[in-house]
């Protein structure tokens, strides 16, 4: 009777391993690999989709989960948060999934790929946080704070643009979005770009938080201007510097994707306390991925304090 009890525990377990396993490979990913024109290129579905040399590649959410996420942005839900609710970790790794077969978090090793989600990230925080000096939790624990501006000053028309981007009647063009959008030209491209129509529904980017941060890493991996690199170029280190670049202090790193995406609002400067603290969110997330600020690199990698701006911003675009 004992030896029969003991054979039908162990079956039972058996069939209990069994509908683990199965469960656990339907519920994963199969990496397609093919050979195009003598290189290996992958798919990994939504996550990566699209057959390219970076899918096969690990993908964000290899190295970067959902508790990652909530350490780096560990008050965006409390109840003084203005977008409390709003940003979560699918949503980010949603939009990712459209970049990642060009490159976004997917180009290099690991260390790479934690490096360049680390500082998109650092971007992101700095530019949404509400934190302040004695905020609980310390101010770089707030980044998503927003996602939107609260009290907007002017609508962001450019008339200049009248013809290309017409502003629609009563519509604001007020900062929206994971790196804030502003202004109607800027609606526009990106709206193009995504094909979809901001211009006309610039609210969008407050009602989406994909969309949100799909605005935000298109904006990351594109130039501005076609003979300017992209934020992602410079940091993944697809860019090389020019004569020009070099003595203009510009060198790949996290410091030039603040030259590129702010120019003379935060680079050329000095000890700017705007560029100290989108630098200061960057080692924060570095350090609570598990990376290390360390791998940070040096000062001068770090900092655009001497750097000569790719671009004098117009007076229209003083806040981008």
């Not at 927003?146 to 009248?162: A, L, Q, R, V, W």
Request: proline share 4%.
């Amino acid at each position: 009777m004992e030896a029969k009890w003991c054979f039908l525990v162990t079956m039972a377990l058996l069939v209990m391993l069994v509908v683990v396993v199965n469960g656990d490979e339907s519920s994963q990913v199969k990496t397609v690999v093919k050979i195009v024109k003598g290189k290996k290129v992958c798919d990994k579905g939504w996550e990566c989709k699209g057959l390219s040399a970076y899918c096969c590649n690990q993908t964000i959410s290899d190295f970067f989960q959902t508790y990652q996420f909530e350490n780096l942005f560990s008050k965006r839900n409390t109840p003084v948060a203005h977008a409390s609710g709003f940003w979560d970790y699918h949503s980010f790794i949603t939009a990712a999934a459209e970049y990642q077969p060009h490159g976004f978090g997917t180009t290099g090793g690991k260390l790479t790929g934690q490096k360049e989600v680390a500082a998109f990230l650092g971007h992101v925080g700095s530019k949404t946080s509400c934190g302040y000096g004695v905020a609980t939790g310390g101010p770089l624990a707030w980044g998503l704070c927003y996602n939107k501006e609260m009290s907007p000053s002017k609508t962001y028309c450019d008339d200049y643009y009248k013809y290309t981007y017409p502003c629609t009647p009563g519509v604001s063009y007020h900062g929206r979005g994971a790196l804030p959008l502003y202004w109607n030209y800027n609606y526009g491209k990106t709206g193009e770009a995504l094909k979809i129509d901001l211009l006309n529904h610039p609210e969008y980017l407050e009602n989406n938080a994909t969309l949100a941060f799909q605005a935000a890493i298109w904006k990351w991996m594109t130039p501005e201007k076609k003979h300017l690199p992209s934020a992602h170029d410079v940091f993944v280190g697809k860019w090389k510097p020019t004569k020009n670049d070099t003595l203009a202090k510009r060198v790949p790193g996290f410091g030039t994707t603040m030259n590129v995406l702010y120019g003379d609002q935060v680079c050329g400067k000095g000890d700017d306390e705007s560029m100290n603290n989108i630098v200061s969110h960057y080692l924060y997330y570095l350090d609570l991925m598990g990376v290390g600020r360390e791998e940070a690199g040096t000062h001068e990698v770090l900092s655009c304090a001497e750097q000569l701006p790719f671009n004098q911003a117009p007076a229209s675009a003083s806040s981008s």
